[in-house]
């Protein structure tokens, strides 16, 4: 197997090499040693696999051990899971982590940024816990049996891997509670009305700036009510007897005439007046900067309540410059503003009437975790120690000890060679910086399960009203690319996933010119410095011996580009942050200015990382003859001491 390797390998380096050099193979001829040898001494020398061999499996090892995934999606069910299932889902997961492996070995930064945010939003996900918990005990006057330490960083770095599932009843339309992508047919020709509504609903809105711990404006619950009726009439096949208003209750009993008649709840009736009016009211609702309502649930009501969308002119306070949502009726076309409820045809006096309560699940993150602590959704941290959380961890501390010793291993024969006058690799180089990130991650990532398979259910003391999901919608994760969310109550809501980082309140530093302390965003500082890291370690290359004076000159201008441009793409969005901030100036002025800059240097970050993987594996054709010697340990350790 090392043979047909190491021919690859050659071959590789023969057709990258320069066409007018000769490629030329050595092989040492060394004589057995006699019979009845007890110790034998090492030839002094290594050959080229000898030098790729320990760097790829330092590699390899820093890669996969560094990988905390999710908790996978499961559904409960009363069935055990047969063989060929858990198999299946074994072979997925693993595929999983291969895929962000090798996004791993593509972007360290982009591992380093993740875990720098996760152990600051758990640290401060902890704190809050504490301050929630001790608030709770100190009103009840310690009759609660709550404890702080009912809530640790290990719960929070549990909660944002999807590990804690709430367990709810809710009396709305039975939608789809699994993930999927917003819809992305705006631009169809033809659209179902429960479409544009959803396209007009909180899939179009992004995070708020400086929002704090609600990090999406509230969804507007009139809106989220019209499209609950839309959902109705998509889910529920239009002859749907469950909702309508006056006839039947929360627990499914008939109280009454129905406010539309049989003839009136057909597909083709609601459309006609849903889809013209229902839009009319979307993009008005959602076109006008509406201040967001607060949604607190109360542990002093255990029915569902009849939500009542009473006309109130819909004259709001404007949210502030970095509050407010998008300009959703931008996605709604040639839609005209109107503020009748009443005159809606299937909303009936603003009013969605009661559905048959159903059971489900959905995964919290650490947020709203605490969201729905505070609202009265669960009454306390899950019922789970420390303890009981790193014992579901299937990460193995042998690999990571492994991959640790295998990079000190390295650090000190590179030491050694330097000592000893003895040339090092760029491959040796570039494992190192690999390995600089690694590091950095486990110790961030340290309390963080690894390899969980099931999630903890947390079951819900009430059941769960509109307001409770506005809520805990808005208290999503924060996220801009690759969005899934689902539907409930008309609300969306976006759970959390491997690519998401958490919500952490930043890392104040004071400026002198301030008032205020700078909140400086965890992801861009981590991003932008474990990218300047990354670079920073192949400066440890900058007077090695290359094939050609052209070829160092690129790569010393290379080293400079990995440190220099991580930190400039982060100045760049923190100058469009205090310009928005403090100097008032509109989102779209800054992006117009700053974005494309901001572009400009991703190309150039691409070039030079491109060039310095092609060229530590060409330059292994090129090595000076000192590189193929031994560290002569004897000699190292004689000096060391």
């Keep these: 197997m090392n043979h047909v390797l190491l021919s690859l390998l050659v071959s590789f ?98 591992l380093f940024a993740k875990g720098m945010a996760e152990m600051l939003a758990a640290i401060h996900s902890q704190k809050r816990f504490h301050e929630e918990i001790v608030g709770a005990i100190e009103a009840s006057h310690g009759h609660r049996r709550l404890d702080p330490e009912d809530w640790t960083t290990t719960h929070a770095f549990f909660a944002d891997m999807q590990g804690f599932a709430l367990r709810f009843e809710v009396a709305a339309v039975q939608t789809s509670l699994v993930p999927r992508s917003p819809p992305k047919h705006r631009k169809a020709a033809k659209l179902e009305y429960w479409e544009e509504l959803e396209d007009a609903g909180r899939s ?7 929002g704090g711990e609600v990090t999406y404006p509230e969804q507007n619950a009139e809106l989220a009510e019209l499209i609950e009726l839309a959902h109705c009439q998509k889910y529920c096949q239009g002859s749907c007897k469950k909702e309508r208003n006056g006839e039947w209750n929360e627990n499914g009993e008939h109280t009454g005439k129905t406010t539309l008649n049989d003839d009136e709840w057909t597909p083709q009736a609601l459309d006609g007046q849903i889809s013209s009016q229902g839009l009319q009211i979307a993009g008005a609702v959602l076109s006008e900067e509406i201040q967001p309502q607060p949604s607190h649930g109360t542990t002093d009501r255990e029915d569902f309540p009849d939500y009542d969308s009473e006309e109130k002119g819909f004259k709001r306070d404007k949210l502030g410059p970095h509050d407010k949502p998008g300009r959703i009726d931008d996605h709604v076309p040639k839609l005209e503003r109107s503020f009748d409820m009443g005159q809606t045809g299937g909303i009936q006096n603003g009013k969605l009437g009661y559905h048959k309560p159903w059971r489900g699940s ?48 390295l650090v000190i024969q590179i030491i050694a060679r330097s000592f000893q006058g003895l040339a090092t690799t760029l491959i040796e180089v570039t494992v190192l910086a690999f390995a600089a990130c690694a590091i950095f991650t486990y110790l961030f990532l340290m309390g963080k399960p690894q390899d969980v398979n099931m999630p903890v259910y947390v079951d819900a003391q009430r059941r769960l009203t509109r307001e409770d999901v506005i809520g805990l919608a808005a208290h999503s994760p924060p996220s801009s690319l690759f969005v899934r969310e689902y539907w409930l109550h008309g609300v969306s809501v976006r759970p959390m996933r491997n690519h998401i980082f958490p919500y952490s309140p930043g890392i104040e530093i004071e ?62 969005h923190y100058i469009g942050r205090y310009l928005a901030v403090y100097w008032k100036v509109p989102d779209k002025k800054v992006n117009k200015i700053l974005k494309p800059l901001g572009y400009s240097l991703a190309p150039i970050y691409f070039l030079a990382r491109t060039y310095l993987t092609v060229e530590v594996f ?12 031994e560290v002569d340990w004897a000699l190292a350790i004689a000096h060391i001491g």
């Design 511 to 572: 400026l002198p010119w301030l008032k205020k302390p700078w909140s400086v965003n965890t992801v861009v500082f981590g991003i932008g410095f474990g990218g300047a890291l990354f670079g920073a370690v192949h400066f440890a290359a900058w007077n090695f011996v290359f094939p050609t004076p052209f070829e160092k000159l690129l790569w010393r201008i290379s080293c400079i580009a990995l440190v220099t441009l991580p930190i400039a793409g982060s100045m760049i």
């Design 204 to 210: 179009q809105q992004t995070p708020k700036v400086d």
């Design 362 to 409: 959905m995964v919290l993150c650490a947020s709203q975790m605490l969201y729905a602590f505070q609202a009265g959704i669960i009454s306390g941290p899950p019922s789970i120690t420390r303890e009981e959380l790193n014992d579901r961890s299937k990460g193995d501390p042998i690999v990571k000890i492994a991959a640790l010793t295998q990079i000190l291993w």
């Design 13 to 110: 380096l023969v057709i990258i090499g320069r066409s007018n050099a000769e490629f030329i193979r050595f092989e040492p001829n060394c004589t057995s040693p006699p019979p009845n040898v007890n110790y034998v001494d090492s030839v002094g020398i290594r050959g080229t696999f000898d030098i790729i061999w320990p760097c790829l499996s330092v590699l390899l090892l820093c890669i996969w051990s560094i990988q905390h995934l999710s908790v996978p999606r499961h559904e409960e069910s009363d069935r055990h899971p047969t063989l060929h299932q858990l198999t299946v889902e074994k072979i997925k997961h693993t595929l999983k982590k291969i895929k962000w492996a090798g996004l791993t070995l593509l972007m360290p930064e982009y």
């Design 618 to 629: 060409r330059s292994l054709a090129y090595l000076p003859l000192s590189a193929f010697k």
